[in-house]
């Protein structure tokens, strides 16, 4: 039976929930019989984040990592390509650290990219009447960290585990006062995250 390994954040930013977190939570069930989901919630915190899915990792021995955070302000499921080598904090995560202009690994290379189908995945997503979009920018906090580290983490231990990191909106509640903020329904985020499981199982099973 294929595994994939699903995680997503805690709250953070003085926030009390995480669209990244809630959807992941009830993620536990795809239309694939074939596959075992997985889910972690990790905390929004440099180090000790990586450290809870390299940990998931060697415990569940999965064949895939999607990792699943919250991008304010984004207009719908963004599917991540490009993992930097680069923490540069614009706020404190939740343990008050904010590096700045830091490698992740200086020994590292500059970047990394997806090794899920990432264009396949956003396609899905748009069959499922849910807007998606491939982005080129994981950002610098503590979801890039995450998507470098695991990336990085793969490579040196030479796992044949395909690696993701998908960005999601704001739930319509985190919204509320501002009503020219995007947001999504935990609903169709979830259908979101399903329709990517599916496609990352389909490419593991082909090849």
């Not at 939570?25 to 390299?54: D, M, N, W």
Request: proline share 7%; hydrophobic share 45%; aromatic share 6%.
């Amino acid at each position: 039976m294929l595994r994939i390994l699903v995680t997503g954040f805690e709250p953070f930013g003085g926030a009390t929930v995480n669209p990244a977190s809630l959807a992941v939570q009830k993620l536990k069930t795809t239309a694939l019989e074939s596959v075992e989901v997985v889910t972690r919630e990790i905390p929004t915190v440099f180090g000790k984040s990586a450290k809870a899915v390299e940990d998931a990792i060697l415990e569940v021995s999965p064949q895939a990592v999607i990792s699943v955070g919250q991008a304010g302000g984004t207009p719908g499921i963004r599917v991540e390509r490009v993992a930097l080598n680069l923490d540069d904090a614009r706020i404190p995560d939740n343990e008050g650290s904010s590096p700045g202009d830091s490698l992740i690994d200086p020994a590292g290379p500059v970047a990394y990219w997806a090794t899920i189908p990432v264009r396949e995945v956003v396609d899905a997503i748009g069959k499922q009447g849910i807007p998606a979009f491939i982005s080129y920018s994981a950002g610098t906090f503590v979801c890039n960290h995450v998507f470098y580290s695991t990336c990085n983490f793969i490579a040196k231990e030479d796992m044949p585990v395909k690696v993701g990191f998908i960005h999601v909106p704001y739930l319509p509640c985190q919204a509320v006062g501002n009503v020219q903020t995007p947001s999504m329904s935990l609903d169709c985020i979830v259908t979101a995250l399903e329709a990517a499981v599916e496609v990352v199982a389909r490419s593991i099973a082909g090849g």
